[in-house]
């Protein structure tokens, strides 16, 4: 069974920056691509970075272009998400998911991933 734990949401004052980590088990993690996703209450989920497999191809949604890395340790199958020059619009809960599309690259779509995390909070004040 696959599992995501992710952790190192919190508060923080705009300006600050967070990295954000997500623990895989239960599969090689390393043969799938990883997503982080955000969600606030009333909205959807979405997409905010994507990693492929390898590692060799990253995509961001525009808001956190700049900003926000995402990054991948396979020996150590985690995901990392460092979020720098946070803004109050960053709050959300953050979700890692995990594709089920061996050797692939990323896909910014919710129905791309099987697995999920169970979120962890961050909330930038102004």
Do not use: H
Not at 17 to 28: E, K
Not at 42 to 63: C, H, M
Not at 65 to 93: C, E, H, W
Not at 98 to 113: D, G, K, L, T
Request: hydrophobic share 30%; aromatic share 12%; charged share 15%.
């Amino acid at each position: 069974q696959v599992q995501l734990v992710e952790s190192g949401g919190g508060l923080v004052q705009a300006g600050a920056s967070l990295r954000l980590s997500c623990a895989a088990s239960g599969r090689t993690s390393a043969n799938y691509p990883m997503g982080w996703f955000r969600q606030v209450p009333g909205k959807e989920r979405e997409f905010v970075a994507g990693i492929s497999w390898r590692g060799g191809s990253t995509g961001y949604t525009d808001p956190v272009k700049g900003r926000f890395t995402i990054s991948r340790d396979n020996a150590k199958n985690k995901v990392y998400l460092q979020m720098s020059s946070l803004k109050p619009g960053d709050t959300a809960v953050y979700y890692c998911a995990s594709s089920n599309r061996e050797y692939s690259n990323f896909n910014v779509e919710r129905s791309a991933y099987a697995y999920w995390g169970q979120g962890t909070q961050v909330t930038v004040s102004s």
